[in-house]
């Protein structure tokens, strides 16, 4: 893929540009994961767990869509676990790699316009997201925890991928 590791030495006008750029890498390193592995492997489970790599990669984008839009600025969003069925992640068979990968593109265009109408130490609204009596936390609290996520998942695909005989390392 073609997004740069953000290293800590590269200049960056903000806190909120560092955290956009994390997020951009994380993005371009799942999918560039899935691009890498044999397309039989993308609805396969080699986990214990049993979700398929395809899968991940659309509970990503619900992920992010759901700490900001849903959960930070509040808004009333139809299908907020639609990656979801039957309490497992789910992809439909007219759903592929490039369509969910197109979506995660413009989850994070959108994840970046967000950041750009907000400071950092503005809180979310109250709402489902955060639980009965639970205050909403910061726009910087949810990047941080969304690049946990990334972080995690992304890290999660690096054993996949070399377990089913995809791309190994960044």
């Known amino acids: 893929m073609s997004t740069p590791f953000p290293e800590p030495t590269d200049l960056a006008a903000s806190r909120a540009e560092v955290f956009l750029r994390y997020l951009d890498f994380f993005r371009d390193r799942a999918i560039g994961k899935l691009r890498g592995l044999p397309p039989t492997e993308l609805y396969e489970s080699r986990l ?17 869509m759901r700490w900001l839009e849903w959960g930070f600025e509040g808004r009333d969003i139809a299908d907020v676990w639609g990656e979801r069925q039957d309490g497992r ?15 995660l593109l413009a ?16 809180v979310g ?7 009965d009596g639970n205050k909403p936390p910061t726009l910087e609290r949810v990047l941080f925890h969304l690049l946990q996520e990334y972080a995690r998942h992304v890290g999660q695909l690096d054993i996949v991928s070399e377990i089913s005989g995809g791309p190994l390392g960044e």
């Open 125 to 131: 609204q109250p709402g489902e997201r955060w639980g």
């Open 89 to 103: 992640w789910h992809v439909g068979p007219d759903e592929s790699l490039g369509d969910l990968s197109a979506a």
């Open 48 to 64: 214990m767990s049993g979700w398929a790599p395809i899968e991940l990669l659309k509970h990503l984008r619900y992920t992010e």
């Open 107 to 122: 989850q994070g265009e959108r994840t970046r316009a967000l950041v750009g109408r907000h400071d950092l130490e503005d």
